[in-house]
C-alpha cells in the first residue's frame, strides 16, 4: 500500500504570512492527490483536487503542486480563518496524511 | 445544493452492533459512489469503503472488512454503515461522503460513537 508522510505535523505562523505543508508518497502517485481542510469540531472540507486544481468556492491563496512522490499545499497571506487542521490524501488507497495543525502566532 | 445529514451521536455497548445514516439531497444519489471514513483523536482520518448506490457494488478497505457492512436505499437518497461486534477501537467520529472521482467532494458532519459499557 501506498503510503503518505505529511509534514509538519504542526505549524505556527502570523497573519498575512504564507504557508506551506508537503505530502510525501512512498512511491509514484502521479497527481493523485487532494487537500481537505478541517475546522475545529467540523468535518473535513475539499480544498485541492488532482494536485492542483483548486474546489469550487475555495479562496484563490490556497494553492497546489508538486509531481511524482512529492506534493505541497501553499496557503498565500494567511487569514485567521484558515487556522485549521490540514490533510493530504492520496487516491490509489484512499490513504490519508497524518495532518498538520496550523494555529497563530 | 448538496446537502449529507447524519444520524446522531451513538452510545453502545461492547460486543454490539450499530447502523448509522447519511440522508443525501442536492444531487443524483442513484449514480453517486458513497464513502465512510473515520477519525480518531490523532487526528488521523481512516478510509473505510465505498458502496455505489446504483447498483449496490462495494469496495472496502481490507481493515474493515467484517466489521463495516455498506448499503444504500435509492427510495429516500440514503447511505447507510454497520459496524459490527464494537470494541473500543472502534470508538470514533464516522463521516460519509461523496466520491466525486477520487477524492471526497462533499462531507457529512459526523457521528460519533462511543463504546462503553
Known amino acids: 500500500d501506498i503510503q503518505m508522510t505529511q509534514s509538519p505535523a504542526s505549524l505556527s505562523a502570523s497573519l498575512g504570512e504564507t504557508v506551506t505543508i508537503e505530502c510525501r508518497a512512498s512511491e509514484d502517485i502521479y497527481n493523485g492527490l487532494a487537500w481537505y481542510q478541517q475546522k475545529p469540531g467540523k468535518s473535513p472540507q475539499l480544498l485541492i483536487y488532482?494536485?492542483?486544481s483548486l474546489h469550487t468556492g475555495v479562496p484563490s491563496r490556497f494553492s497546489g503542486s508538486g509531481s511524482g512522490t512529492q506534493y505541497s499545499l501553499k496557503i498565500n497571506s494567511l487569514q485567521s480563518e484558515d487556522v485549521a487542521s490540514y490533510f493530504c490524501q492520496q487516491y490509489y488507497n484512499w490513504t490519508f496524511g497524518g495532518g498538520t495543525k496550523l494555529e497563530l502566532k | 445544493q448538496v446537502k449529507l445529514l447524519q444520524s446522531g451521536a451513538e452510545l453502545v455497548k461492547p460486543g454490539a452492533s450499530v447502523k448509522l445514516s447519511c440522508k443525501t439531497s442536492g444531487f443524483t444519489f442513484s449514480t453517486s459512489y458513497m464513502s465512510w471514513l473515520k477519525q480518531v483523536p490523532g487526528p488521523s482520518i481512516e478510509w473505510i469503503g465505498w458502496i455505489y448506490a446504483g447498483d449496490g457494488g462495494t469496495n472496502y478497505n481490507q481493515k474493515f472488512k467484517g466489521k463495516a457492512t455498506l448499503t444504500v436505499d435509492k427510495s429516500s437518497s440514503t447511505a447507510y454503515m454497520d459496524l459490527s461486534s464494537l470494541t473500543s477501537e472502534d470508538a470514533a467520529v464516522y463521516f460519509c461522503?461523496?466520491?466525486?472521482?477520487?477524492?471526497?467532494?462533499?462531507w457529512g458532519p459526523g457521528t460519533m460513537v462511543t463504546v462503553s459499557s
Open positions: 488532482n494536485a492542483n
Open positions: 461522503a461523496r466520491l466525486g472521482s477520487w477524492y471526497f467532494d462533499f
